[in-house]
């Protein structure tokens, strides 16, 4: 038994320290949500648009020129040089993500954008950008329609458009841009360097088109149609033009924060201010307050001693996930406040079934000890089955929801994974060590439950 009490203790420290570490890393709730300065200072909560204030964007993303099977890889890299772009400016804690256009997509994908902290829908945009997108097409065959134009002097023109086919290699492949100046004509030129992926896409292309030209399309447009000469296996390629140095310097800087895989196009913006951010952040802090006293209360009125134990248990399981949420980090919106609240709630459940089944085994006139070892053994197999049943409905949601319901799926998941650590382990141990009351009236009346005595 001794050790069961060593180990409780050890618990209750541990929950202690727990407790320390999420209050002094506690955010104040002023407008720019500055965290404490603390030794902790570099773990704050990590809040969501909803309660930080700032910007959200979608952007439509044209899939329809690329493969159904790449389309989920063109996606994730669209999404990586977005959010490595939006990095440089220096913001903090964006947060960039795929929405899926499902079956009947039309060859649009949908990327969803939150800038925290930045409620200047044009500087948003701006740090977005026009990031170029970089396309290599091989002349069209000849029996390919070809698109022709009637010019101002009436004559017939060929649209260049017509005569080139899209290719696999894109700005995806881009490992680096480096500007670079011609030794004869001392025009800036720039230098492509690809990856492993695309070196193998450049030299099969150039392999296939000898003696063809090949485009080379920025932002849709063609800026340099070279001919090939022999095979360039090396993943070399070189963009020239009528470039200022200026301009030049500017598109090896768009190439190297990255060059967008598919075009994107701005749907929608929308600006959230840090004011409503602050009334969200107090409304959620005094619910879950609110919650957490009225079911305290409820317990230890109800289920006597195993009640203050279970509100002991309660208190080291929000720390813990508190925690968890700033070591993660966890992005706390007002949704994921309230699966926050909720998992509070499943967590009690668990302790009102273990501490039904322990009243039914007292009143057949078993010992507190037996009692309480065969009451967790008769409602495990009720809290399993109820906690799994919340875990894949918190996975159905996280898979298939949109940012605000993740944020819900996330924390309630995570609040049921640990209150099954806190209902069946914690609040076990604590009764067990409970020996010294012994088998009297007092003890057996500490633990009924109710109007029983």
Known sequence: MWKKRILAL???????????????????????????????????????????????????????????????????????????????????????????????????EKLLIDLPGVTDVEKATQMIGQTPLLEFKIEAPKDAPKQVTVGKDGKLNLDINSQFVNTELTGRYLKNATLEFDQNTREPKV???????????????TKENVGKMVAIYLDGSAISTPVVREEIPNGQAVISGSFTPTEAKQLVGRL???????????????????SLGTNAVHAGVKATIYGFLLIALFLILWYRLPGLVAVISLSIYVSIILALFKLLPVTLTAAGIAGFIISMGIAVDANVLIFERVKEELRGGRSIANSISAGYARAW????????????TAVILFWF?????????LTLGMGVLVSMLSAITITRIFLTVIDFLGENKVARFLFSSGLSK
Request: glycine share 10%; net charge negative; charged share 15%.
């Open 191 to 205: 230098s492509l360097q690809f990856d492993d992926t695309g070196t193998a896409l450049f030299a099969k292309i």
């Open 10 to 108: 050890i618990i209750i420290l541990l929950g202690v320290a727990v407790a320390c570490f999420v209050y002094k890393t506690e955010p104040t709730l002023n407008h720019n949500f500055e965290s404490q300065k603390s030794f902790f200072k570099h773990h704050p909560f990590r809040l969501g648009l909803d309660l930080s204030g700032g910007t959200h964007l979608v952007y439509k993303a044209d899939v329809s020129a690329v493969p159904a099977g790449q389309i989920s890889d063109s996606m994730s890299a669209l999404r990586d040089v977005i959010e490595r772009r939006v990095n440089l400016f220096g913001v903090s804690e964006p947060v960039v993500q795929i929405e899926d256009g499902g079956i009947v997509s039309n060859g649009e």
């Open 256 to 274: 190297n924060s990255g060059a967008l895989p598919v075009p994107i196009s701005l749907l929608s913006k929308q600006t959230i201010g840090a």
């Open 401 to 409: 929801g949109t940012s605000l319901i993740k944020g819900f799926a």
């Open 381 to 392: 197999f009720s809290i399993r089955d109820s906690n799994i049943s919340s875990i894949i």
